[in-house]
């Protein structure tokens, strides 16, 4: 559908997910809300309306992705401020659903990566043993370092709950 939000705010910290305001020619709301409340408060599925001379038409040999009222649903669950700057969470398709509690790998990737003992890091959803599961690859700065301690911590303090991260090097 276009561009949809923007900003730089050069020399300035933004948290995680900050993706600017939504652009004059956009307008916007959340969907579902209240079923994302585990991710952060308010947040919801995103769609957009931009009008029709500045919308992407639709994709080749596909349908239009609009539906009859011209709203688009990105995809993307975020939060909106009164002032209409948008925070990406996460994309709806990537959220991983553990007993009905959802998280966002990307959240936890930001906060693993933080830790300065871990260079790399990636967070994917996988069922185990039929039970859905969190799973972390995480890579230490030196070789052979057993940072399992670290990792349980951040995930916890990510998470918010304890006593449900094992790690295993």
């Known amino acids: 559908c276009g561009a949809i939000a923007a900003g730089v705010y050069q020399g300035q910290d933004v948290a995680p997910g900050w993706t ?3 652009m004059p020619h956009v307008t916007s709301e959340l969907r579902g809300q209240g079923g994302y409340d585990d991710l952060a408060y308010g947040a919801g599925k995103l769609a957009v309306k931009v009008a029709q ?5 639709g994709y080749f040999g596909g349908a239009s992705p609009y539906d009859d009222d011209g709203w688009f649903e990105t995809g993307d669950i975020v939060t909106l401020d009164a002032d209409k700057t948008l925070h990406l969470i996460g994309r709806e398709d990537f959220l991983i659903n553990v007993s009905g509690t959802k998280y966002a790998p990307e959240r936890l ?27 972390a690859l995480v890579v230490p700065l030196m070789a052979g370092t057993d940072i399992s301690m670290r990792v349980t911590r951040v995930l916890e303090e990510a998470l918010g709950r304890t006593g449900i991260v094992q790690c295993r090097m």
Do not use: C, M
């Not at 001379?53 to 038409?57: E, F, G, S, T, Y």
């Not at 830790?115 to 039970?131: C, Q, R």
């Open 109 to 135: 990737e930001a906060a693993l990566s933080r830790a300065p003992e871990i260079t790399k890091v990636a967070v994917a959803g996988l069922t185990i043993d039929g039970a859905a599961q969190v799973v």
């Open 53 to 57: 001379p500045l919308r992407v038409q």
């Open 20 to 22: 600017g305001k939504t």
